[in-house]
């Protein structure tokens, strides 16, 4: 069952790759409900959020630590990052490895760009004295944002190791139905990070 | 000789590693016996040259029906270490002001107590119960990701060693096992105690989650044909409705755990009084996960009762499309109520009236099912075995339990009865009315599926008398004190307040129960010597297809999986004279692919542990090692293909022919 197959040698599927065993799909199945579990943990932590958005105290307001130019260039990079890996999952389905693997490296360095600038943030935000302990509001802005910053992390780590395996095997059932699911992750983070941008950084903009 | 040493050793670990103030001069006896038994274990484990045995049948396990084994057990050695807990407890508490335990001590026995009857023995004891009938209910060869089972079971494994351990070691939690802020905070609770509390629950509610997904997709997608919902056995829909609140209620525990820890280890702001912290919101976070809690504590208990009450009254389940619908409705409703936890922090009339009427509409459906299972009773020829009499005497206790529920749920009477022993009455009420005796009610129902011998019935009883009695002795005086303003988290009090009487009732009852917990280990031991076999596999004359399958069941579950064409489908075969064993022939016997054991699930459990425990005392060293062990052992999987083992025809064929299961 998870033998490597040359994907020349499938006659046109009728479903796709990933969902052509059954025991494959049924991943994809669980990974929906992970997903359904890991939008409550961020449902949560946005509750968490908007109840610490005016708990500011003696700490700095949005405005003040909200840095729009790096925010945008994240929302971009992010996007951006979606729209490749779905492009990656359109030369899959085509049985284009190569094209395939191009378009996951391109998704990775845009998340590794995003990372890196959310990192740099953090980071200049921690040396202006600017930390969680400060404020609620502060606390509950570096949960969220670091949570979904750590969700992205870990599925760079991930693709890494799917190139690895993809690129010993090939496209099987297996492979394939991983590649999938980890589009599946992205997207989400995607949409995740679309909701912090408009209730984290445009609110904070407005009060 | 050995003992010493290990000993002498022991203490002076502790003291170098751990500060004189974390430990209780009063928990070195339990050190002594909690080091007795380890070195037992092992020389006997060594002994007979078990140490492989071990290894490769039980801790590197994918097997669902052992998973099965593995949580029972765990849940039966957590109900005697709650139930020892209860029982210090009352013993403080039987006369006033003795003081064998004092204050702080008291403190932490109800905490752990509290936290290990919930966590660690009913979530596990459901578990049990899932892994071991559920996917045969449903006629599947196992669970949707057999490993991922089997890493579910060693987070909950390492989970509650972690919390138990802190009792060896010093230092227990001691804030009850809600664990409110702002008191959690460091500023009101230092030392390492709080911190068990909060890693081993984190860690044992990520495999509780993911318990949740897997039982969830096991019976959306893993059903035999012909098994449509409406089909499905009631303990399998319990299972469905129970496995959707807990994919719903953990990650909000998860966060505001998450959430508390960091602001202990790493001084964040959430919970705090300082900087703007707001500490209601941990009491509403906990709580929108606490109450959907006690429904996934309860749903399978009413689960097992339909199961139990169909066969032991030898007719259909009374009404099943209303239990169906009565258990979805509670499961959305589950979630409408959580602040009648809190109506006396003041969130104003308008909050509370509504929670109160939430509150008093799920005790609708629950109504629905009591009258379903008493309508099944009816006309129909009883047959008084152990796990039927904890059906019948769930009954009145579960409508009590319930009852007293709904009181509290009119506010003005919350105002008077919130913290005191009436609360305590009512929720022993329902978690042992409802849930221990479900769960004790389903043990020794499924037993002799599990075992493959029954447990013995006369001494079942006994436990069971015990364990009925012992518990309207225990509680009945607990309402009568709550109503006399005896508030619950008290460790002692004076004489003179018309409390002595039902204080030392109480304690009575509480340890006769005890009696009972010692009668049912008794019969346990017995049973495994004494017991015959059972070689039919349906000693009940049972109705779901379960007991259409030899005890205990081959590894591969169904050699050919069945077609469904009925509700109670084993019932309806044994009426047309066609059991799974009569269809087969051998050359209906394919090869089959099953999942291969892995050491991954338990050196992942391992790494949490470690990484837990570095977190516990803030060793960061310890906790990246464990780190990186979680890593690397998730990197592994990643890389391991190689899941299954084929098992041939001729296996098969052998394994059926020797149970008798073969035609020619
Ligand atoms: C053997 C029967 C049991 C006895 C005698 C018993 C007794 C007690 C006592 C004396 C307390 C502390 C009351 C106080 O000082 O506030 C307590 C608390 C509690 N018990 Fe039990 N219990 C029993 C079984 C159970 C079971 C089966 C469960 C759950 C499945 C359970 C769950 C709890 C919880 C959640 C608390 C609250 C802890 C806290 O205040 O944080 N108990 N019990
Ligand atoms: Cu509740």
New interface residues.
């Given amino acids: ?2 033998l490597p197959v040359d994907p020349k040698v499938i006659p046109k599927p009728p479903v796709p790759l990933e969902f052509s065993v059954k025991a494959e799909s ?2 994809i ?2 990974f929906w ?2 997903l ?3 939008m ?2 961020f ?3 946005f509750s ?1 959020f908007a ?2 958005r005016s ?3 003696a ?1 700095p307001t949005p405005n003040q630590i909200f840095h729009y130019g790096s925010t945008l260039l994240e929302t971009l990079l992010l996007l951006t990052s979606s729209f490749t890996v779905g492009m990656a999952i359109f030369a899959m389905r085509k049985s284009h490895a190569k094209v395939m693997m191009a378009w996951l490296v391109l998704t990775l360095v845009l998340g590794a760009g995003f990372v890196a600038t959310e990192i740099h943030e953090f980071v200049t935000d921690v040396q202006h004295g600017i930390t ?9 802005f ?2 969220l944002v670091g949570t979904h910053g750590a969700h992205v992390s870990f599925g760079i780590a ?1 693709a890494v ?2 190139l ?2 993809l690129s010993r ?1 090939g496209l099987t059932p ?1 492979t394939s139905r991983k590649l999938y699911t980890f589009s599946l992750y992205w997207h989400f983070l995607d949409i995740v990070w679309v909701f912090i941008f408009t209730f984290v950084y445009l609110f904070g903009k407005i009060t | 000789m050995s003992f010493m040493a290990v000993y002498l050793f022991y203490l002076y670990m502790i003291h170098t590693l751990f500060p004189e103030n974390v430990r209780q001069p009063t928990e070195l006896g339990a050190d002594v016996m909690i080091i007795g038994a380890g070195i037992i274990i092992v020389s006997v484990l060594t002994r007979y040259k078990k140490w492989r045995w071990l290894w490769s049948e039980w801790l590197t396990t994918v097997d669902h029906k052992k998973i099965g084994v593995l949580y029972l057990i765990s849940a039966l050695a957590m109900l005697f270490r709650g139930g020892v807990d209860a029982l210090m407890l009352r013993t403080n508490l039987a006369l006033p002001n003795i003081q064998p335990i004092g204050a702080n001590e008291y403190n932490e026995v109800f905490t752990t107590h509290g936290t290990i009857m919930i966590f660690f023995m009913a979530m596990p004891f459901i578990f049990a119960l899932f892994n071991a009938v559920v996917p045969l209910m449903i006629g599947a060869r196992d669970v ?2 057999p490993r ?1 089972n089997a890493i579910s079971y060693w987070l909950f494994a390492f989970g509650a060693l972690l919390l138990n351990i802190s009792f060896v070691l010093g230092g227990s939690p001691n804030a009850g096992w809600t664990a409110y802020a702002p008191f959690t905070e460091r500023a009101f609770t230092p030392g390492v105690g709080e911190n068990y509390y909060f890693m081993s629950l984190l860690i044992a509610g990520i495999g509780t ?1 993911m318990t ?3 039982f ?2 096991t019976i ?3 059903r035999a044909p012909g098994m449509t919902f409406m089909r499905m056995p009631l303990f399998v829909w319990t299972t469905l409705t129970t496995s959707a609140l807990i ?2 209620a ?3 525990l ?3 755990l998450a ?1 508390t820890l ?1 602001d202990r280890l ?5 919970f705090t009084l300082g ?4 500490p209601m ?1 941990y009491v509403n ?1 906990f709580w ?1 996960f606490g109450h959907p809690e006690v429904y996934i504590v309860v749903m399978p208990a009413f689960g097992i009762f339909s199961e139990v009450v169909a066969t032991f009254s030898g007719k259909q389940l009374f009404g099943y499309t209303a239990m169906v619908l009565s258990v979805v409705a509670i499961m959305l409703f589950a979630y409408g109520t959580w602040v009648h936890h809190f109506f006396t922090m003041g969130a104003g009339p308008s909050v509370n009236v509504f929670f109160g009427l939430s509150t008093m509409l799920i005790a609708i459906p629950t109504g629905v099912k009591i009258f379903n299972w008493i309508f099944t009773m009816w006309g129909g020829r009883i047959r008084m075995t152990v796990a039927m009499l904890y059906q019948i005497a769930f009954i009145p206790t579960f409508a009590i339990g319930g009852a007293t529920g709904v009181m509290f749920a009119v506010v003005p009477v919350d105002y008077q009865l919130h913290n005191g022993y009436f609360l305590i009455a009512h929720f022993h009420n329902v978690l042992i009315g409802g849930t221990l005796f479900g769960l004790l009610s389903g043990m020794h129902y499924w037993w002799p599926k599990m075992f493959g011998f029954s447990l013995n019935e006369r001494l079942g009883k006994f436990a069971f008398w015990l364990f009925f009695i012992g518990f309207w002795i225990t509680f009945t005086p607990q309402y009568m004190l709550g109503f006399e303003g005896m508030t619950r988290r008290l460790y002692t009090y004076p004489l003179g307040y018309g409390w002595h009487m039902l204080n030392v009732i109480s304690t009575l009852g509480a340890f006769t129960m005890g009696a009972g917990f010692v009668v049912l280990v008794y019969d346990i031991v017995w049973s495994l010597f004494k017991m015959p076999r059972d070689a039919t596999g349906d000693p009940w004359n049972g109705r779901t297809l379960e007991w259409a399958l030899p005890s205990p069941v081959p590894e591969y579950n169904f050699a050919r999986v069945p077609v469904v064409t009925s509700r109670d489908m084993f019932w309806w075969m044994k009426r047309h004279h066609a059991t799974i064993a009569d269809q087969l022939k051998p050359n209906d016997i394919r090869e089959l ?1 099953l999942p291969k054991n892995s050491p991954v699930p338990f050196i992942l459990g391992l790494g949490f542990f470690i990484f837990g425990f570095g977190m516990v005392f803030e060793w960061w060293l310890l906790a990246f090692l464990g780190l990186a062990i979680i890593i690397g052992s998730l ?1 592994y999987t ?2 391991d ?4 083992k084929q098992v041939s025809a001729e296996e098969i064929r052998h394994i059926e022919q020797s149970l008798g299961r073969l035609q020619g």
Avoid: C
Avoid at chain 1, 132 to 140: D, E, P, T
Avoid at chain 2, 275 to 278: S, T
């Fill in positions: 069952m998870s049924i991943k199945t669980g409900m992970f359904v579990s890991d409550l943990i449902a949560s932590l968490v109840v610490f708990r500011i105290m700490g969680w302990h400060v404020s609620g509001f502060l606390s509950g570096f949960v991930w190791t799917l690895f395996q095997r297996v | 949707a990701f991922l989650t949740g997904i897997n969830l997709v959306i997608r893993m994919i719903f953990f990650p909000p998860t966060v505001a959430l960091i790493f001084h964040a702001s959430f900087h703007g912290g707001m919101m976070l929108l692919e990197i990643g890389f293909y190689d899941e299954h």
